[in-house]
C-alpha cells in the first residue's frame, strides 16, 4: 500500500477545500436555513405534524440528505475532472499507485468533506428546530455510507465528463430529480399510487428512509431494505470504478 | 545488467486509427543521456507516455531495470520522473506543496531538506510559497523539472526540455542534467533541435512516422557530421586512381571523370592542399570542383526522408 501516495493525494483535496471554504461550507449553510424558512415556516405552519414529528424537524433528514448528495457528487466529481481538465492527471497515471488507492484518496477526501457538511447542517439544524436523534449510531453510519457511495458515484462522473456541462449534467438531470422525489420533504405515503411506486425506484427513497429511522425510529421502507439498496449501489459504483481502471477508459488513451 | 529501459516491439494504435508506433525496439542503457530526435508527430511523446504509464500500448513489451511495466508497475514507475512536453500545474498550489505532493505521490517519506535542496538548484527557493499561478511560464518548467525529480528517480524523462525555455533556463537546466548524470542518473531527452541532441547525448535515436531509424553514439554521429567531401570533375576520365595517390583513398566515378576525395575533422589523411598539390603533380587537370558538408542536420534529413 503506497500510504504516501494517498495521504498526499488527500491532503491536496482537503486542502483545496480550506481553500475554497466560503462557496464548500458557508453556501450549503445558508441554502440549509432558506429552507427551512421556506419549507418548515412557511409550509410547515400548515402541516401538522407526519408520523407524529412536526414538519420542521421531518424535513431535517431529508435535508441533509440533499446535501450530502449534491456535495458528496460534485466534490469526488470535480477531484478527479480538474486534473484530467488541465492535464496535471499525467503525474497520477505515472505515479506507482493503484486504482485502490486513487480511490481511497479522492473518495475519501470528498466524503469527508460532505459528511463534514451534513453534520454542520445537522448543527445549523438544531438551531431553527428542536432536535432528538433516536439511533446517533445509526444516524452517523447512515451519513458515512451515503458520502462513500455518492462520492463513489461523482467519481465515476468526473472520468465520464468530457466537459463542465456533462460535469453539471448528471446531476442536474438526475440526482436533484431523485432527491425530490426521494421523500425528502414528505412521506411518500402522502403521495397518490402511482407516483409511490415510481418513487421506490430512487434509490434516495431508501437512504432518507433509513437516515429518517435514525432520527426518529420511524421510516417509509424497513431498515433493513434501506441499507441492502444504500451497499447494492455501493458495489455497483465499486463495480463501475473497477471496469474503469481496468479498461483505462477515459483515463487511458 | 539489465538496461535501464527495454523496449521491444512496442506499437500503438490510436483509438483514431493513426499507427502513432511501428513495433519499436530501443534498449536505454544505465547512466547515460539518450536523444530521442525527431520531427514533430514522430511519436516520441508517444513513446515516452507509454514506458511512463500515460498511454496504452497496443503491442510489445517494456521494462525499467528489469520491471515489466504492467505487472511490476510499482518498481518500474517508482524509478521513472517525467517532466512533459505541456506546461500542465496545479495553479492553486504553492511551489514547495507541489514537490512535496509529488514526493509522496511517488511513495516517498517527507524529506523538507531535499526539497529545499531541488527548489535551491532550480532557483525557486524564493518562490517556495508562492502560488504557482503567479510564476512565469519558465518558473512554472522549473516547477515541473522539481515535481520530477522530487522522488529521486533513477531515470528521467525530458520531454521537449527547450522548447519555449530562455536561454537561462536552459544553461541551468542542462547543467542540472549533467549533474543528474553524475551522480548515476539516466536521462532520455526528446527534441526536434539536432543541436540539442548534439550538445548534451550520449546517444542519439533517430525516430520518424513510428519507426527509429538509426540509433549511435553521438561520437559515431560527429564523425559523419565532421565529414566533408571534395569532388573534382577530371578533365579527362581516369582509367584508376594513380599509385601516387593511394595514401588519399579516393574514389573513383564509374565513368572515370569525378574524384571523390572525403576527409573529416579528426583524420590523420593529409589535407586538401597536398592532394592538390599532388594532382597538379601527377598531371592531372580538372575542370572543377566543389565541397560538400554533410552535418548532422543533412544526416537526419536523408534518414527521414529515406523512411518516408
Ligand atoms: N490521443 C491521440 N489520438 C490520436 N492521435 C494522436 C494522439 N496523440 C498523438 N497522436 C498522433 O500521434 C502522432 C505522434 O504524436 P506524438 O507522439 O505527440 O509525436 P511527437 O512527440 O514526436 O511530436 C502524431 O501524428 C499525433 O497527431
Ligand atoms: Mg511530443
Known amino acids: 500500500m503506497n500510504r504516501h501516495a494517498i495521504w498526499a493525494i488527500y491532503r491536496v483535496e482537503m486542502a483545496r477545500t480550506v481553500r475554497t471554504l466560503l462557496q464548500s461550507v458557508v453556501s450549503p449553510v445558508i441554502s440549509t436555513s432558506l429552507y427551512f424558512v421556506v419549507f418548515g415556516a412557511a409550509i410547515g405552519s400548515r402541516i401538522d405534524q407526519?408520523?407524529?414529528?412536526?414538519y420542521g424537524a421531518f424535513i431535517v433528514p431529508g435535508l441533509i440528505m440533499l446535501s450530502l448528495l449534491t456535495q458528496s457528487i460534485s466534490n469526488a466529481s470535480f477531484g478527479i475532472y480538474f486534473p484530467k481538465f488541465v492535464g496535471t492527471i499525467y503525474e497520477l497515471l505515472s505515479a506507482p499507485v493503484s486504482y485502490l488507492e486513487i480511490v481511497i484518496a479522492y473518495v475519501g477526501a470528498a466524503a469527508t468533506k460532505s459528511t463534514a457538511i451534513g453534520l454542520i447542517i445537522l448543527a445549523t439544524s438544531s438551531l431553527f428546530?428542536?432536535?432528538?436523534?433516536?439511533?446517533?449510531?445509526?444516524?452517523?453510519?447512515?451519513?458515512?455510507?451515503t458520502a462513500v457511495t455518492f462520492s463513489l458515484f461523482g467519481f465515476i462522473i468526473g472520468i465520464?465528463?468530457?466537459?463542465?456541462?456533462?460535469?453539471?449534467?448528471?446531476?442536474?438531470?438526475?440526482?436533484?430529480?431523485?432527491?425530490?422525489?426521494?421523500?425528502?420533504?414528505?412521506?411518500?405515503?402522502?403521495?397518490?399510487?402511482?407516483?409511490?411506486?415510481?418513487?421506490?425506484?430512487?434509490?434516495?427513497?431508501?437512504?432518507?428512509?433509513?437516515?429518517?429511522?435514525?432520527?426518529?425510529?420511524?421510516?417509509?421502507?424497513?431498515?433493513?431494505?434501506?441499507?441492502?439498496?444504500?451497499?447494492?449501489?455501493?458495489?455497483?459504483?465499486?463495480?463501475?470504478?473497477?471496469?474503469?481502471?481496468?479498461?483505462?477508459y477515459r483515463l487511458r488513451t | 545488467?539489465?538496461?535501464?529501459?527495454?523496449?521491444?516491439?512496442?506499437?500503438?494504435?490510436?483509438?483514431?486509427?493513426?499507427?502513432?508506433?511501428?513495433?519499436?525496439?530501443?534498449?536505454?542503457?544505465?547512466?547515460?543521456?539518450?536523444?530521442?530526435?525527431?520531427?514533430?508527430?514522430?511519436?516520441?511523446?508517444?513513446l515516452i507516455s507509454i514506458v511512463c504509464g500515460i498511454v496504452n500500448?497496443?503491442?510489445?513489451?517494456?521494462?525499467?531495470?528489469?520491471?515489466?511495466?504492467?505487472?511490476?508497475?510499482?518498481?518500474?514507475?517508482?524509478?521513472?520522473?517525467?517532466?512533459?512536453?505541456?506546461?500542465?500545474?496545479?495553479?492553486?498550489?504553492?511551489?514547495?506543496?507541489?514537490?512535496?505532493?509529488?514526493?509522496?505521490?511517488?511513495?516517498?517519506?517527507?524529506?523538507?531538506?531535499?526539497?529545499?535542496?531541488?527548489?535551491?538548484?532550480?532557483?525557486?527557493?524564493?518562490?517556495?510559497?508562492?502560488?504557482?499561478?503567479?510564476?512565469?511560464?519558465?518558473?512554472?518548467?522549473?516547477?515541473?523539472?522539481?515535481?520530477?525529480?522530487?522522488?529521486?528517480?533513477?531515470?528521467?524523462?525530458?520531454?521537449e526540455p527547450s522548447a519555449g525555455v530562455d536561454v537561462e533556463l536552459r544553461q541551468d537546466m542542462w547543467a542540472m542534467v549533467r549533474r543528474?548524470?553524475?551522480?548515476?542518473?539516466?536521462?532520455?531527452?526528446?527534441?526536434?533541435?539536432?543541436?540539442?541532441?548534439?550538445?548534451?547525448?550520449?546517444?542519439?535515436?533517430?525516430?520518424?512516422?513510428?519507426?527509429?531509424?538509426l540509433v549511435e553514439n553521438k561520437e559515431e554521429l560527429m564523425r559523419k557530421l565532421g565529414r566533408k567531401q571534395l569532388r573534382l570533375e577530371l578533365r579527362h576520365p581516369l582509367d584508376a586512381v594513380p599509385q601516387a595517390l593511394a595514401g588519399y583513398g579516393l574514389e573513383l566515378s564509374a565513368d572515370g571523370g569525378t574524384l571523390t576525395y572525403t576527409y573529416d575533422n579528426q583524420s590523420e589523411r593529409p589535407g586538401v592542399a597536398s592532394l592538390l598539390r599532388d594532382l597538379v603533380t601527377e598531371g592531372i587537370a580538372f575542370r572543377d570542383l566543389d565541397t560538400l558538408n554533410s552535418s548532422l542536420e543533412e544526416i537526419f534529413v536523408n534518414l527521414v526522408r529515406k523512411a518516408s
Open chain 1, 50 to 54: 407526519i408520523d407524529g414529528v412536526s
Open chain 1, 160 to 248: 465520464w465528463a468530457g466537459t463542465f456541462e456533462q460535469l453539471q449534467l448528471v446531476p442536474l438531470l438526475i440526482v436533484t430529480p431523485l432527491t425530490f422525489l426521494g421523500g425528502s420533504f414528505y412521506s411518500i405515503d402522502m403521495l397518490p399510487g402511482i407516483w409511490r411506486t415510481i418513487t421506490l425506484f430512487s434509490p434516495v427513497v431508501y437512504l432518507v428512509s433509513g437516515f429518517r429511522w435514525a432520527f426518529f425510529g420511524k421510516a417509509d421502507v424497513s431498515l433493513g431494505l434501506s441499507l441492502g439498496m444504500t451497499l447494492a449501489f455501493l458495489f455497483a459504483c465499486v463495480a463501475v470504478i473497477a471496469w474503469i481502471f481496468r479498461t483505462g
Open chain 2, 180 to 213: 543528474l548524470r553524475e551522480s548515476g542518473v539516466t536521462i532520455i531527452l526528446t527534441t526536434h533541435y539536432i543541436e540539442e541532441a548534439e550538445e548534451m547525448a550520449d546517444r542519439v535515436g533517430v525516430i520518424n512516422r513510428g519507426e527509429i531509424v
Open chain 2, 57 to 159: 500500448r497496443s503491442s510489445g513489451t517494456v521494462s525499467v531495470n528489469g520491471n515489466d511495466i504492467d505487472r511490476d508497475y510499482r518498481m518500474a514507475r517508482s524509478l521513472i520522473g517525467l517532466v512533459p512536453q505541456e506546461l500542465t500545474v496545479e495553479s492553486f498550489e504553492t511551489v514547495r506543496s507541489a514537490l512535496t505532493f509529488s514526493r509522496g505521490l511517488f511513495g516517498k517519506p517527507a524529506n523538507p531538506a531535499l526539497i529545499e535542496q531541488i527548489l535551491k538548484d532550480l532557483s525557486l527557493w524564493d518562490k517556495r510559497d508562492a502560488k504557482i499561478i503567479t510564476l512565469s511560464g519558465g518558473m512554472k518548467r522549473r516547477v515541473m523539472i522539481g515535481k520530477a525529480l522530487a522522488h529521486e528517480p533513477k531515470i528521467l524523462f525530458l520531454d
Open chain 2, 1 to 46: 545488467m539489465q538496461p535501464a529501459i527495454a523496449i521491444s516491439g512496442v506499437s500503438k494504435t490510436y483509438a483514431s486509427g493513426f499507427n502513432a508506433l511501428k513495433s519499436v525496439d530501443l534498449d536505454i542503457k544505465h547512466g547515460e543521456i539518450f536523444a530521442l530526435l525527431g520531427p514533430n508527430g514522430a511519436g516520441k511523446t508517444t
Open chain 1, 129 to 145: 428546530v428542536p432536535l432528538h436523534i433516536e439511533h446517533p449510531f445509526w444516524m452517523l453510519a447512515f451519513l458515512i455510507l
